[in-house]
């Protein structure tokens, strides 16, 4: 089993399918089908069934895929790593939307500053897309809001945050310092798109709490969500760090909830067989420190508890 095995079949695999991996590694097919069998022969499993002209993946072929994808991946940033000159790297970071739109640019504005040549490669989507891009290597970490769902993560806390329940200064609820869960039911509820860290996690705190919403709204856009807010066409849960401002001016009222915690902590994630880059790990470190320094810079004095 070669090096050559494992890209053919990384490609085969992206592909789904012998023919067309061929064609992009300027193979003949035979060859591309002889190399899949060698490594089943090899490891004595079966990694793709072959159905009516098609491939399909099995269990283990997606299990060896994680190992293949990062073998591949680190023999080519061991290439790059030892071609390059005088280059100081590429970041290949992933954000969730929250921290992709508030806390990311800032921070690397400040690393920029002590690391002037470096390059930025970044994706900002809600977690779910954001964890697939990592498990695809298509970045080399992510800063996130929660916790991973897949085990094969490294999981680096870096700073914490809390979600806030918030209405429009005009709403109902905005008579209100602090309500209990239940008293949330007879409004309209405007809530993140599913895949989002936040979506997800008040799903789980409404599950929690026998709470049965049906969004009204449903949006990937914080501020399309602000904006309803503040005309007062509902309520919703968002982290604090996006309405910072809007709660300062008075825009946006934070009622307490009772009974539930709505703290939670940002992570950086990367792939357990992941080589990072040098300015990936210098990064990571002083995105540890940093963080909370500017979530201090912009400082609110806290809601009383409920």
């Known amino acids: 089993m070669t090096l050559r095995h494992i890209r053919i079949f990384v490609t085969v695999y992206?592909?789904?399918?012998?023919?067309?991996?061929?064609?992009?590694?300027h193979l003949a097919q035979p060859s591309v089908s002889l190399a899949i069998s060698e490594l089943e022969e090899y490891y004595g499993l079966r990694l793709f069934d072959r159905m009516a002209r098609r491939i399909y993946?099995?269990?283990?072929?997606?299990?060896?895929?994680?190992?293949a994808l990062h073998i591949s991946s680190l023999f080519d940033e061991m290439e790059k790593?030892?071609?390059?000159?005088?280059?100081?790297?590429?970041?290949?970071?992933?954000?969730?939307?929250?921290?992709?739109?508030r806390l990311l640019p800032e921070l690397l504005v400040r690393f920029r500053k002590q690391h002037p040549d470096f390059r930025v490669k970044a994706l900002i989507k809600n977690y779910s897309a954001v964890e697939e891009a990592l498990l695809s290597n298509q970045i080399d970490f992510a800063l996130v809001e929660g916790s991973p769902s897949a085990p094969q993560f490294v999981d680096i806390p870096f700073m914490k945050d809390r979600l806030c329940l918030l209405c429009?200064?005009?709403?109902?609820?905005?008579?209100?310092d602090c309500v209990l869960p239940d008293e949330l039911l007879p409004f309209d509820?405007?809530?993140?798109?599913?895949?989002?860290?936040?979506?997800?996690?008040?799903?789980s705190l409404c599950s929690l709490h026998g709470l049965k919403i049906t969004p009204a709204w449903e949006s990937a856009s914080n501020e399309a969500i602000i904006e309803a807010l503040k005309k007062s066409l509902g309520i919703t849960i968002l982290p604090r760090l996006v309405v910072q401002k809007d709660l300062l001016n008075g825009s946006l009222k934070e009622v307490g909830l009772k009974n539930i915690n709505l703290e939670r902590i940002f992570s950086i994630l990367y792939h357990k067989n992941k080589y990072l880059p040098e300015v990936a790990r210098e990064f990571i470190a002083f995105c540890s420190v940093t963080a909370e320094e500017l979530c201090r810079d912009d400082a609110m004095p806290e809601l009383p508890p409920g």
Request: aromatic share 6%; proline share 3%.
């Open 189 to 203: 509820f405007l809530m993140r798109e599913t895949g989002s860290a936040t979506s997800e996690i008040v799903k």
């Open 168 to 176: 429009g200064p005009s709403h109902p609820l905005a008579k209100k």
């Open 57 to 67: 993946i099995t269990e283990a072929g997606r299990q060896f895929y994680s190992y």
């Open 14 to 25: 992206q592909c789904e399918s012998i023919t067309k991996a061929a064609a992009k590694l």
């Open 81 to 101: 790593g030892m071609k390059k000159s005088g280059s100081t790297g590429t970041l290949r970071v992933g954000a969730g939307i929250t921290i992709g739109s």
